[in-house]
């Protein structure tokens, strides 16, 4: 079986108690991916890992083409299944170019009727999928599993961090004393700036053991908080040690981002923070950590109190 996942780390995340469960039954499993995602998992996930080398959201001939070039590569090995957990439209012209007898994805109904239509032309199976929140308030991981139903009847999705976590990580980490702080743009996207963030750490460093780390890419951000703050912030340029650092964590406090849905697979005890905004009930049903013990934070004035107050909790 082949899984097509175009979207971020968190995104991707939210096959893992999917794969878990394809995994527990001998299912052979592939995955596209991005190139950034690709080394999220571990071999028990997926047997292999391709990069889609095309753009998303492109419709070039260009961009075709080269979709059309890389499922000629694939379709040598025969996938019976294909699960489209994407809505970028490479997804599903992958789908259709590799031709597996059974394609199973979303599609939107009259939230995006035409979009529709289009899709059911593509696939063999179209489940339907809500083209904005979910009023009934169903997690990520939930709404992916559906797409594997026809091949795991009446399973669950686990939250079992004994079945989770070997599929990001291939081997056991003791969980420390430091408490995670991940310096990221993202912040700034949520409305703290840097020198905010730095204030929150050098008060929060007098309380309690802290180690901040932050994406190698985003140095000029990590650089100004560094300064700001006083706190050495660890660069990652890879996900591997990012992934062991958050399992090695006493908890984790981040923006919503990739790095509370690594923790929610590893059972990391989270403050998540989401900043205000329409229907937050429903995005937080939509995106908390997994399986690990978390509390949401409203980024409000009285935020950094509110972390605190969560991590006692925690």
Known sequence: MLIIRLDGIGDALALT???????????????????DNAALFTPAAARRVDIAPFALRSSTP??????????ATLAPREYGTILVATEDPGGYRLARAIGAPTRIGFANGWGKPF????????LTTTLYRSAGLDVHGQHECDVLFELGRSLLGDATPTRDLNALRPLLLERTLDRGELVAVQVTQRWERFHVTAEELARFLRGFASEAPVQTFSPAAENDFAD?????????????ASLEPWKEAIAQ???????????????????TPTVALFPPRRRLDLQ???????????????IESDWQARVRAALDTL
């Open 224 to 236: 100004t908080v560094e300064r700001a703050s006083g706190l050495r912030v660890e660069r990652f």
């Open 62 to 71: 260009e961009n075709l083409a080269c979709i059309r070039s890389f499922a």
């Open 115 to 122: 979009k529709t239509l289009w899709v059911r032309s593509l």
């Open 249 to 267: 964590a006493r908890a984790l406090v981040a923006p919503d981002s990739g790095a509370i849905h690594i923790a929610g697979m590893l059972g």
């Open 284 to 298: 937080v049903a939509r995106w908390h950590p997994w399986a690990a013990p978390y509390r949401i934070v409203r």
């Open 17 to 35: 108690p999917l794969l878990a469960a394809l995994y527990s039954r001998g299912i052979a499993t592939d995955l596209v991916l991005q190139e």
